[in-house]
Nanobody, 115 residues
Framework: QVQLVESGGGLVQPGGSLRLSCAAS????????MAWYRQAPGKQRELVAQ????????NYVDSVKGRFTISRDIAKNTVHLQLNSLKPEDTAVYYC????????WGQGTQVTVSS
């Protein structure tokens, strides 16, 4: 049974950085394309960054290109998202999941960008 536990969020000023982590259990992330999604208040959940199972390909939504970096640690079965140059519009709950997503979602981690 898949379980995903996101962490690393917090309150940060515009221009700041955070590193999110997603610890997976019940599955081996090396076997799946994985992604980070986010959901801002009043908005639909969106995919912001994805990485193929072989780490050969990453893709980002235009609004985060050049600022966010997705990676994975196969040995620790963990997916990371480095967030740099954060903007207030990045404020959201961030989740990791497969591409396409499983029906199961973790609790997410809150990222708030505010001065």
């Amino acid at each position: 049974q898949v379980q995903l536990v996101e962490s690393g969020g917090g309150l940060v000023q515009p221009g700041g950085s955070l590193r999110l982590s997603c610890a997976a259990s019940g599955i081996q992330i090396r076997n799946y394309p994985m992604a980070w999604y986010r959901q801002a208040p009043g908005k639909q959940r969106e995919l912001v960054a994805q990485i193929t199972s072989g780490d050969y390909y990453t893709n980002y939504v235009d609004s985060v290109k050049g600022r966010f970096t997705i990676s994975r640690d196969i040995a620790k079965n963990t997916v990371h998202l480095q967030l740099n140059s954060l903007k207030p519009e990045d404020t959201a709950v961030y989740y990791c999941n497969r591409v396409p997503a499983w029906a199961y979602w973790g609790q997410g981690t809150q990222v708030t960008v505010s001065s």
